[in-house]
């Protein structure tokens, strides 16, 4: 699937997600609430997007956006989450590698857990 496939809005959407997410993920965590329940919306406005009316929604092709999301103008990686030691480690990637930084939460994994339950 070709990575400029994608309608500007959905990529638009897709970029946010990422950065509400990001915004979720750093230490210190913010309260819960309004960041939740927008990164709620923003998924169900990319699920409904009338582009997958016509295109499969496979999981290649969610990677597809996803690639075309952190590469689109203001886009950024997506941080990625790990347990290491029973504690959650944010990896901070920094922009325009691969690799990433790890960087651990002062959060037990229970609490983490529980956080990403809600």
Known sequence: ?????????VV??????????NRLSIPP???LGELD???LRLRRQI????YWREH?????AREALHRAAVTAPGGEPEIVKKVVDGRMVVILPPAGTAQGQDVETEEPLGV???RACR
């Open 12 to 21: 638009q959407l897709k970029v946010e997600w990422i950065r509400t997410y």
């Open 47 to 50: 699920r409904r997007h009338p």
């Open 56 to 60: 499969p929604w496979t999981w290649p």
């Open 29 to 31: 965590l913010p309260p």
């Open 1 to 9: 699937m070709a990575e400029n496939c994608f309608p500007d809005d």
């Open 37 to 39: 329940r927008h990164l």
């Open 112 to 114: 983490a857990m529980g």
